[in-house]
């Protein structure tokens, strides 16, 4: 975890402790999925589709050549169909999007995730579309630097 | 719990249905539960659940070859059972009632047995659009093995059977036609009877998906003259694992085993194997003993101790009380408005995402199903993803419905 991530990190942590109830974190979720920045409807293709999940999730990564010696940087778009999914995928990017591959891996997701509560509060099906979209991600990271792999 | 007449009202005797099923009565997110996902699964009664207990800590044998006390009360249950479902479905003989897993294995099974053995290139397989994907796999699968063909019979806006196609496409070609009774996506009853009748004038076999009738309606192999009728025990509150097909004894003789081992052999020597009777040809291995004899138990409970025309009653009031209630619902589209229909309100919302509306009415402590029902095809057709269904149960009461309106109106407070 680099110090950017590190800081996104400690940010959703505490903005979701201020939230006593479900209907109040749903809502801040929520609110963090209408940020997002939305998808070339172009770019919506099947190649950029994400799986497993009941809602249409289209993911676009570009990874940033690096400098000579430089490790590479992955900068990502994500939408979906639903709200709640869409404020899912804004976690992902404060977290993900923008960092160098070996950050992207070296990330404790699960520990975010339950940190936020995440895990508990999300059902397994919801669950298994977080895990695939976290998946397709850390994949784009591997491609981009194999020294990692 | 004593018989009701058909005279009481059903809403009077409310107190008591629900008292019968223990899963009703927990908070779920701290809220009470309002269980509308009964086309998925039901929940079941003490009865049900009792006899499961009963059995394990009682009767544990197994059945058909022990000489002991246990294995004869055990077989003498399970078999009790079968008789059960026979007259239930008003089959002829309790030897045309093979247990299955339920309704997706006793549909493989016509598929696999029936299917493989009497399908060629040049066949046809006619099933509808409204199938769920039981009914439309195990047949896409029996093609490609046979060289027939599967053919589609499309649905109207409303989510009826278009009859005229129906009849351009029942030729002397179609070798069987695989129809469900009730649409688990849609709620359409579709007219069995009248189906059958054409399909046998071209000499077509018939199977029939009763997974959604069999809790709702009254279905009676005979007066529907079809050849195969599956259903499964858990969703008519019995426990999951266990189902039946009925199948037309003759035909039943003429097929071949479907999986092998222990009971479906009367016979086994190295240089051949004399297959059982049915139904015991197509009941290999160990059986869901428990499954069997509590299956009994939920007929008993949905024909006896509650009454099928009490239930039907009950859930068409409940019905047209949802109907009415939904459409004040701004924003909201029902999909499947068949004249026909029973149990399901399956419905969009031009304000949320079906997932988003399911999580929050969850949070609420309300169950529905949202997605592609395991009916894509389905959904394909009225061009959407998936919906939200709210599916019936005896249990539900208007009090039911009013939540998930209250829900509903959270849901578009969210999104």
């Known amino acids: 975890m680099n110090t950017t991530q590190h800081a996104e990190a400690e940010q959703l942590a505490e903005a979701f402790d201020l939230f006593e109830d479900w209907e109040d974190r749903y809502r801040f979720i929520i609110d963090l999925g209408k940020q997002l920045e939305p998808i070339d409807p172009t770019l919506k293709t099947e190649a950029h589709r994400v799986h497993g999940c009941q809602a249409t999730v289209y993911m676009v990564p570009r990874i940033e050549k690096p400098a000579e010696g430089d490790a590479p940087i992955i900068h990502f778009l994500a939408e979906a169909d639903a709200a709640i999914v869409n404020g899912l995928i804004a976690i992902l990017t404060k977290i993900y999007s923008g960092q160098r591959a070996s950050d992207i891996l070296a990330f404790d997701i699960e520990g975010l995730l339950g940190r936020l509560g995440l895990e508990e509060h999300l059902s397994p099906t919801r669950r298994n579309g977080l895990h695939e979209m976290v998946k397709r991600i850390r994949a784009t990271a591997q491609r981009a630097d194999p020294s990692q792999a | ?415």
């Open chain 2, 1 to 415: 719990m004593q018989q009701m007449t058909p005279q009481q009202s059903i809403a009077l005797n409310h107190k008591r249905i629900r008292a019968e099923f223990p899963a009703l009565h927990q908070q779920v997110h701290g809220k009470p539960l309002v269980y509308l996902d009964n086309a998925a699964t039901t929940q079941k009664p003490e009865a049900v659940i009792d006899t499961i207990d009963r059995y394990y800590r009682e009767d544990n044998a197994n059945i058909h070859r022990g000489i002991h006390a246990l294995a004869e009360r055990a077989t003498e249950a399970y078999e009790g059972a079968r008789t059960r479902v026979a007259q239930f479905l008003n089959a002829r003989t309790d030897r045309e009632i093979i247990f299955t897993r339920g309704t997706t294995e006793a549909i493989n099974l016509v598929a696999q047995s029936w299917g493989r053995a009497n399908l060629a290139p040049g066949d046809e397989v006619l099933i509808s659009h409204m199938e769920h994907h039981s009914n439309i796999v195990p047949w896409q699968i029996a093609c490609q093995q046979t060289g027939a063909t599967l053919k589609v019979i499309p649905i109207d806006d409303h989510g009826q059977l278009d009859m005229d196609k129906l009849d351009e496409l029942l030729t002397e070609k179609t070798k069987l036609l695989g129809i469900v009774q009730m649409s688990n996506a849609l709620g359409t009853i579709n007219p069995v009877a009248t189906i059958t009748r054409k399909a046998k004038a071209v000499g077509a076999k018939v199977l029939v998906d009763a997974a959604q009738s069999v809790p709702h309606l009254g279905v009676d192999v005979q007066q529907l003259d079809c050849d195969f009728l599956a259903f499964s025990g858990h969703k008519i509150y019995g426990p999951t694992g266990i189902g039946a097909l009925y199948g037309r004894l003759e035909l039943l003789e003429e097929m071949p085993p479907y999986q092998s081992g222990g009971d479906m052999i009367k016979s086994v020597a190295f240089d051949g194997t004399v297959y059982n009777d049915p139904p015991y040809r197509f009941e290999a291995g160990t059986p869901n003993i428990a499954g069997g004899i509590a299956l009994a138990t939920a007929i008993d409970y949905v024909d006896q101790t509650v009454g099928l025309a009490n239930i039907a009653m009950w859930e068409h009031e409940l019905l047209t009380y949802a109907t009415e209630q939904l459409s004040q619902v701004k924003g909201l589209k029902l999909i499947g408005t068949a004249e026909r229909k029973a149990s399901v309100l399956s419905f969009t919302l031009d304000f949320a995402h079906p997932l988003d509306a399911g999580t929050i009415l969850d949070r609420q402590g309300i169950a529905v199903r949202t997605g592609h029902h395991c009916a894509q095809p389905v959904m394909d057709r009225y061009g959407i993803p998936a919906t939200i269904r709210a599916s019936l149960a005896v249990y539900n009461t208007k009090a039911d419905i009013d939540a998930l309106v209250v829900g509903l109106e959270k849901v578009r407070e969210f999104v």
